[in-house]
């Protein structure tokens, strides 16, 4: 997400739910839904969308739209319209990507709106779930990426440990079962909204 600083309040959150994950592992967090439509973190989730930059998504609304009409503003009724219920998620966009042997790789663009929310809840749940992780995993997870996944395999080799384990499953983001998923979340989320 780029070189951009989380706002205080919104570490706070993210250290306080992690903490009570990170201590009780059976523990089920009932009230998230009004953390998602706080101001601090909407505005930091939008400053996150705008430093991914993007393309529109089916309404075409872009980020220049957006200013133009007032971030604030349009936050706010973001805001609203989740505290109220009222948010529905549009419709995706679909493009295809020509991929280096030809083919064509499907991208789904979602909109600015959603997006925004969608990183909202994602800066809310993440520290929860990141606190079930083992340390020797890397995929997916914030300040972990592929090159210090290969140091940590290397140190442990240089200790006489020869086995590896990587798995990489082909398109899985687009074909994971909902219901099972649903039930992951589940296990730690009790907020029906």
Not at 82 to 108: C, M, T
Not at 139 to 151: L, T
Request: include cysteine; proline fraction near 6%; charge should be positive.
């Amino acid at each position: 997400m780029g070189n951009l600083s989380t706002p205080i309040r919104v570490q706070k959150l993210q250290m306080a739910l992690h903490a009570k994950a990170k201590a009780e592992a059976g523990y089920r967090f009932y009230a998230l839904y009004d953390k998602i439509y706080r101001e601090d973190v909407l505005a930091h989730a939008y400053a996150q969308c705008r430093s991914n930059r993007g393309a529109p998504g089916v309404d075409r609304q872009d980020f220049a739209e957006v200013e133009s009409f007032g971030v604030q503003k349009w936050l706010g009724e973001l805001a609203l319209a989740l505290r109220q219920e009222s948010y529905r998620p549009d419709p995706i966009r679909r493009v295809f990507i020509p991929k280096a042997n030809g083919k064509l790789r499907p991208l789904a663009i979602s909109t600015l709106r959603d997006r925004v929310c969608m990183t909202a809840a994602m800066l809310v749940l993440e520290p929860i779930f990141e606190a079930d992780l083992p340390p020797e995993q890397y995929a997916y997870r914030p300040g972990r990426n592929a090159q210090q996944a290969v140091i940590e395999v290397e140190e442990r080799l240089h200790r006489g440990q020869t086995d590896v384990v990587d798995a990489d499953l082909a398109d899985y983001f687009g074909s994971i079962p909902h219901a099972d998923l649903m039930l992951s979340l589940a296990r730690r989320i009790v907020d029906r909204r």
